[in-house]
T-cell receptor, first 115, second 113 residues
């Protein structure tokens, strides 16, 4: 039933490891996003895909690589994890150009802790 | 369960009108509070935030919000709106030790020129 689901919800890993976070939406939206929320709670967009095409790619390290196999999925792979990568990562989806009134929906977040 | 409610899904105002968007949350402990704005075709941007201290916080573009703890509210205000304020506004709350945000459903604000 969940509209935008992210897995895992919590992820604890060691520095240097490679990890992936998955996101899926069943709303029929055509645009998906990854946001990073740091320890000060600021939410910053990382990537956005529209119909599997990258449309927003903010300045993030090359270690972060999004992958969108279809418009209902947007995964985030992170190589060589660093302590500073610890944050909560939010997936979201929408119909492009539209927002809350038409279904801008966030996932519940993935809390990544790098030790 | 923790929740955030925004009272209006759609608000239509004329330019120069005063604005107040309501936001209420359900959580009895310490909270961090945020308003985000999303302009048409753009991603979310932080408008203002409250962590502690003065409950009246000022943000960008003339917006302000007041945290009233007794009412569990964090309403967004602007004394005189402009056409460029047309956007969607999201209230969000970080509650307790859970670092995840709880989001309101959003309010679509339309300003008539």
């Amino acid at each position: 039933d969940t509209a935008v689901s992210q897995t895992p919800k919590y992820l604890v890993t060691q520095m240097g490891n490679d990890k992936s976070i998955k996101c899926e939406q069943n709303l029929g939206h055509d645009t998906m996003y990854w946001y990073k929320q740091d320890s000060k709670k600021f939410l910053k967009i990382m990537f956005s895909y529209n119909n599997k095409e990258l449309i927003i790619n903010e300045t993030v390290p090359n270690r972060f690589s999004p992958k969108s196999p279809d418009k209902a999925h947007l995964n985030l792979h992170i190589n060589s994890l660093e302590l500073g990568d610890s944050a909560v990562y939010f997936c979201a989806s929408s119909l492009r150009g539209q927002g809350a009134s038409r279904g801008y929906t966030f996932g519940s977040g993935t809390r990544l802790t790098v030790v | 369960a923790q929740s955030v409610s925004q009272h209006n899904h759609h608000v239509i105002l004329s330019e120069a009108a005063s604005l107040e968007l309501g936001c209420n949350y359900s959580y009895g402990g310490t909270v961090n509070l945020f308003w985000y704005v999303q302009y048409p075709g753009q991603h979310l941007q932080l408008l203002l935030k409250y962590f502690s201290g003065d409950p009246l916080v000022k943000g960008i573009k003339g917006f302000e919000a007041e945290f009233i703890k007794s009412k569990f509210s964090f309403n967004l205000r602007k004394p005189s709106v402009q056409w460029s304020d047309t956007a969607e506004y999201f209230c969000a709350v970080n509650a307790g030790s859970n670092y995840q945000l709880i989001w309101g459903a959003g309010t679509k604000l339309i300003i008539k020129p």
